[in-house]
């Protein structure tokens, strides 16, 4: 089958206007849209108008489509509506694929490639949760290839086995160490301590990504805007602004609420909310850097997570070693999850965190410890009034005895 794209003219006797079409290469078959017209010299023009544009772009032959080229597509057409953090990511993964395989052109990159680059990342101590992330990254833009008639056929990816639920993932800072990073801020940011410790109050009770916090506005218009003109305030979220790209008004959490209104008056309720601007230029400092702030004053307050496996390739032996993680941005987040999944229902959580599943919103009950919901249903019993005057006896501790409360593994 040749690779080479051809456009055509058609008439149908039941259409005025004349047809475009051509047969895809990959699929084999036919593809076709309006000209537009039913003057068959303008139609003959816009058939070689779109074969151009599909042997410079869409439907380009497979065989042919090279590596930079493809890149190119991808961020022109793929990530041009996506956020610049989520650009990013793409980008970070297939440049990592890039710097292994040096593909010449796409259609080189096959399963056996992959797998390639997947044996190679792991011998050079890649921890598996970064290796599934870049290939499901690098495997949607392939499949995305595939449908649009980029590759004849996506490379097959088999994702490594992670541990499910809240394995391996940073445990949510607690509301002492909170404090105690707050106390640490003047240390760290000496000149704008104010300013830096309304930020970490307002990830604290938010619940809001690192980038959604510095992009929250109190103008209406703004992307991401509080909304005080209803009964209660709300976030009010442009599609562009949000990771599941979709327009919302969403409800905003009563404790942040009340904070936002005390801490900032009416006459202060103009432009970002959170305002950080770099000394040397005035303009809001990046959200990168914005992580690496709250990560050192978390070290300075040692506030401590998580120790990670750091694995890399010393004079041609494995060295795996424990570095210490401190509290983020987005550790503040799954704190405010837990704290909120001990209160509401899942339904609830999932609205008040934006979470585009409820499976997501699921894994903060599932991690809530067995005193906490003991606690919790001693309250919705009765409390203390209700337990016997006199005690049981005393009875012999039962070998193997377990806890129906604790979460399932």
Request: glycine share 6%.
């Given at each position: 089958m040749s690779d080479e794209i051809q456009?055509?003219?058609?008439?149908?006797?039941?259409?005025?206007?004349?047809?475009?079409?051509?047969?895809?290469?990959?699929?084999?078959?036919?593809?076709?849209?309006?000209?537009?017209?039913?003057?068959?010299?303008?139609?003959?023009?816009?058939?070689?108008?779109?074969?151009?544009?599909?042997?410079?772009?869409?439907?380009?032959?497979?065989?042919?489509?090279?590596?930079?080229?493809?890149?190119?597509?991808v961020r022109e057409e793929k990530l041009s509506e996506h956020p610049p953090a989520t650009v990013a990511s793409y980008e970070s993964s297939l440049n990592r694929l890039e710097r292994v395989l040096n593909p010449d052109k796409l259609a080189g990159v096959t399963t056996a490639a992959i797998n390639r680059y997947v044996t190679h990342s792991r011998e050079n101590g890649m921890k598996a949760t970064n290796l599934a992330s870049v290939l499901r990254s690098v495997g949607a833009c392939f499949r995305w290839a595939e449908r649009r008639g980029y590759m004849r056929k996506a490379p097959k990816i088999d994702l490594p086995r992670l541990p499910k639920g809240f394995k391996g993932k940073h445990r949510p800072p607690v509301a002492e160490e909170y404090e105690r990073m707050l106390a640490a801020?003047?240390?760290?940011?000496?000149?704008?301590?104010?300013?830096?410790?309304?930020?970490?109050t307002g990830l604290w009770l938010s619940g809001l990504r690192r980038g959604e916090i510095l992009a929250l506005s109190w103008e209406r218009e703004a992307p991401f805007a509080v909304d005080l003109r209803g009964k209660r305030p709300v976030f009010r979220i442009a599609a562009e602004a949000q990771k599941s790209r979709r327009a919302e008004v969403c409800p905003m959490a009563p404790d942040f609420a009340q904070w936002l209104l005390a801490t900032f008056p009416e006459g202060e309720r103009r432009g970002r909310v959170f305002r950080l601007p770099a000394a040397q230029t005035g303009r809001q400092i990046s959200e990168g850097l914005v992580g690496k702030i709250v990560g050192e004053i978390a070290r300075k307050a040692g506030v401590l997570v998580d120790e990670v496996e750091k694995t890399a390739k010393i004079n041609g032996q494995l060295v795996t070693r424990k570095i210490p993680a401190y509290a983020s941005a987005h550790d503040f987040r799954r704190a405010f999850?837990?704290?909120?999944?001990?209160?509401?229902?899942?339904?609830?959580?999932?609205?008040?965190?934006?979470?585009?599943?409820?499976?997501?919103?699921?894994?903060?009950?599932?991690?809530?410890?067995?005193?906490?919901?003991?606690?919790?249903?001693?309250?919705?019993?009765?409390?203390?009034?209700?337990?016997?005057?006199?005690?049981?006896?005393?009875t012999e501790e039962i070998p193997g005895e377990i806890d129906v409360f604790a979460p399932s593994v």
């Open positions: 456009v055509t003219v058609l008439r149908y006797p039941d259409r005025k206007n004349l047809v475009l079409a051509y047969v895809d290469p990959v699929s084999g078959k036919r593809k076709t849209k309006s000209a537009g017209t039913g003057n068959e010299q303008a139609a003959w023009k816009a058939a070689a108008k779109w074969e151009a544009e599909l042997a410079n772009g869409a439907g380009v032959a497979p065989s042919k489509l090279t590596w930079a080229d493809f890149r190119r597509i801020v003047p240390k760290v940011r000496p000149d704008d301590a104010t300013a830096w410790e309304r930020l970490l999850c837990t704290r909120w999944a001990k209160r509401v229902t899942p339904a609830v959580l999932a609205k008040l965190a934006r979470h585009a599943s409820v499976a997501v919103t699921m894994q903060y009950y599932v991690g809530l410890d067995a005193q906490d919901v003991a606690d919790d249903l001693w309250e919705r019993f009765g409390g203390e009034s209700n337990i016997p005057v006199t005690p049981a006896a005393p």
